[in-house]
Each structure stands twice: as structure tokens, then as C-alpha cells.
């Protein structure tokens, strides 16, 4: 699979990290939400207006192996990939690489969908347009 | 699977929820994370006093399926039932349910092991001891 | 100033803590607004609900006095006593104690508002009547 | 007072915002933290070298006036002025400003302090040359 496609570079931000010293794991959620949003952004997706809208892209299952840890100082590279997976739902592959030495720190599946203004599965039309139908 | 083992009831607090209105993906890793730190410390094992040693716990790899979201005042439970897998790893499976009316919430594995304090991996005795050999 | 009004008891979550194993400094202003929350919600009014039809209950104002440290393991109260200050204004005065041996933790002036469907400050009636004309 | 100091530009990320849909009154305490660690290690000082050898700088109280909320895409300047206000003590002086239009969202002191490794306030060395004596 080719990963080699959306890229956001970020640096872990002492608030961060717990009292392990290292990036709690709950926050390369965000890590991986945040480079999935700039991918969709950069796709001409806007998240947030699409909530305004009521259409709620969520998360429907995630898969995550934790290889390394980020630690306080580290730059880092969020990868997003995107794929069809069934007329409702997406899968984004991402990839959390350390900037320093290209270090693997995380490797994920997040697999999404969209909630009409009822609360049922449906993907808006911006969605379907990027994603292929 | 009898995941009638330890639970820990908790409410949602506002600022958990976001732009949506519910609860973002990445908070229920800190429910999670909580419970499995309320478990290990019913049965005499505290996290933050093994990371003063310099034993770091740790998440290697998490599966979660989303089901259904929580929004604000919802209580809810967490669940925890543990199982040794290998040497070196131990699995929780968790499920959150929300308590008015035990609705299935979100359903994981963590799977875990432990870094001593060269960072190799090392079980320590007292989890030898809960998790068995 | 009579500080026994609201009171909740919360305990500190592992992953509140930061690299210095203590709760983080924003940590606390969760802490805060969920009692100030909890307490609203006691008197009937609904920090969400609101948010629902527009009326966004704000901060315009925090001062703090961070006296001592919560670490984990911790169990604390956070306490609230609101005062209205003016005709758009409201203060709650709060303090955080540890349990175990009351010790101050923190002790804060939060200064809100609300701002309406325009975005303009407006006391819904719901809060007048809470906090008085 | 010349705020010209040392600034960083940052960005909303989604997750930030609340259930209002705007940035949460707690994630600014991370902002300006972040920015102040961003400052120290501008002048050499490393927040998270300074904890590994048990000496933590601390915050002893903030004021905030919030003035503007930031909401999802906005783009942000995190400045930092420190002031020696006594012995023990400095002061940041913090704004934070939307890029687009420079209109100020929210203002603050934040006076801090550090500990030694046995919890009593000593400003190390590196502290003493960079805020002077």
C-alpha cells in the first residue's frame, strides 16, 4: 500500500506527556484525528462546517499498534490514506513517524462513517465525491 | 467471555464532548485507561508508583469497535476482564455501557506489557503474580 | 465569604498527570468548570441545553492561586459559591481541597457571561433567576 | 510594556473545541504553556531535562481576561514577555492573538515559580541567568 500520500508534521507538546514521560496513548488519537482532518481540509472537507450542517463524520472502529514512543522535543509526520471500503464506510490508513531517524511510533486503521441529520449512516455528496462511490 | 470482572462507574463531564456534542474518540482511551488503572490498583498494583521505579506500562496494541456515542449527563460503566496472551503481554477487554440502559458503547482489547528500566521488555513480579505465568 | 455551598468529589486520573507526576495546570481548570457544570446543573440549568439553542455560557475572566500540587491517587472536592457582580457578570469563587487532609489546593475567581444567538451578552431568564437581578 | 518578545503561531485543532463549537477555556492553559516551554527552550531551558532532575517550574497563579473565542481554522500568535518579579518568582506576560486580523482573544499573567528536588522553591541556575537576579 502506498502511505506516501497526505503528510501533516507536528511536535509533541510537553502537556502531552503523562507521567511516564512519554505521549500518553490517548493522544495519538488525536494526533491521527487532527492529520485526518487537515487531509480532508486539504480535500475541500471542512469537519466542522459539516457538523454545523449536522452530517457528523465519526469513528466507527480503530486499530493502532504502538511501536515506539514520542517523547518531549520529538518532531513528527502523521500519515493519512484514504480508502473505500463499503457504500457507508472508510478506512484511513495512518502512519506516526518520528522526523529525527523516520522511527515507526504508531501504525493505525481508523475506519469512519457519516450520520445524516437523523442520526442514520450517510455519506454527503463531498464525501462520496472524494471517496469514489 | 464473562466480562462480569471489575467495573467502574463514571459520568461524562462537558469538556469531553466536542464540536459534535459527543464525546470525542480519543477521551474514551482515557476512560479505558482508567479503568484498567482502577483494576491494577484493586489488585495492589498502582501505575504511577511502578513509573517512580522506572516500570512503564504500557499499550502495544488496541482494537476498539464504536457503537454508539455518549453525550453530556450520561453515566456509564467500564469494564474490565484481563487474560495473559504470551510471555511478555497481557489482553483487557473492555466495554463501556451506558448505564440508563446498558446500551454497548464501545467495545476493546488492549493489549499491554511492561518496560523496566533499561526500556526492554520485562514483566514485573507483582504482575506475574495477578496475571499468572 | 461562606465557601460551603456546592461541593463534588472527584479523584485524580493517572493520565491527568503530567511528565512531573503531577496534575497539569489546565487540568485544574477542568476540574472547575465541570463543578461550576455540576452545580448549574443542581440548580436546574443545563450547560448543554443551553449550548443547544444557542446561548453559550462563557469565561470572560479566571484568577487562580495554584497553593499545592494533586498527585495520583488523590481524591479532592471542588467547591462553588456564585455571586452575580453586575448586570451581564457572574463569579463563582472556588476552591479545590484535598480530601484526606483538606489541604487548599487551589483557590479561584471565575468571572462568566453568556452570550446569545447573536453572539451578544444576554442572560437567559433561566440564570437570572438562579442568580438573581 | 513591550510584548515583541517571543512568539509562536499556532493552529485549532478540532478536537480542541467544546461542545460550543469553540476553542474549550482549558486548552488555552495549554497554549500558553506551550509557548512558554517553546520560550524557555529558545533560551536553553528544557522544561523536561529540568523535571528529570527533579526540578519543577511551576505555575503559582494565573489571571486570564478572555476577550474573543478562537473557533475551528483559526490561526493564532502565542507571545511570551517574562518579567523577575522577585527572589522566587518571574512572570510571563502572554497574549494570544488571531493571525488573521490580530484581534486579541485572550490576555494573561502567569507568575511561576521552581521547586528542587525536595518540593521547596529554588530557582536553579539556568533560571537565575536567563531572568536575571
Same mark, same amino acid.
Given at each position: 500500500?502506498? =502511505?506516501?500520500?497526505?503528510?501533516? #508534521?507536528?511536535?509533541? &507538546?510537553?502537556? #502531552? ?18 492529520? %485526518? ?14 457538523? !454545523? %450542517? ?6 466507527? $472502529? ?6 515506539? *514512543? =514520542?517523547?518531549? +522535543? ?8 484514504? #480508502? &473505500?471500503? *463499503?457504500?457507508? %464506510?472508510?478506512?484511513?490508513?495512518? #502512519?506516526? $513517524? %518520528?522526523? *529525527?531517524? /523516520? &522511527?515507526?511510533?504508531?501504525? !493505525?486503521?481508523?475506519? +469512519? *462513517? !457519516?450520520?445524516?441529520? /437523523?442520526? &442514520? ?11 469514489? $462511490?
Amino acid at each position: 500500500m502506498d =502511505l506516501n500520500g497526505f503528510k501533516t #508534521e507536528l511536535a509533541v &507538546r510537553d502537556y #502531552e506527556c503523562d507521567l511516564q514521560g512519554i505521549v500518553n496513548n490517548s493522544v495519538y488519537m488525536n494526533y491521527l484525528e487532527h492529520a %485526518r482532518h487537515e487531509f480532508l481540509k486539504s480535500s475541500g472537507i471542512d469537519f466542522a462546517a459539516l457538523a !454545523a %450542517r449536522k452530517i457528523n463524520l465519526v469513528v466507527v $472502529r480503530i486499530e493502532a499498534d504502538y511501536k515506539s *514512543s =514520542l517523547v518531549p +522535543g520529538d518532531q513528527f509526520t502523521v500519515s493519512v490514506q484514504y #480508502e &473505500r471500503i *463499503s457504500p457507508l %464506510r472508510f478506512c484511513f490508513h495512518q #502512519e506516526i $513517524r %518520528r522526523t *529525527s531517524d /523516520n &522511527r515507526l511510533i504508531i501504525q !493505525a486503521k481508523v475506519i +469512519g *462513517s !457519516a450520520l445524516n441529520a /437523523n442520526g &442514520r449512516p450517510e455519506l454527503p455528496k463531498e464525501l462520496e465525491d472524494i471517496f469514489g $462511490r
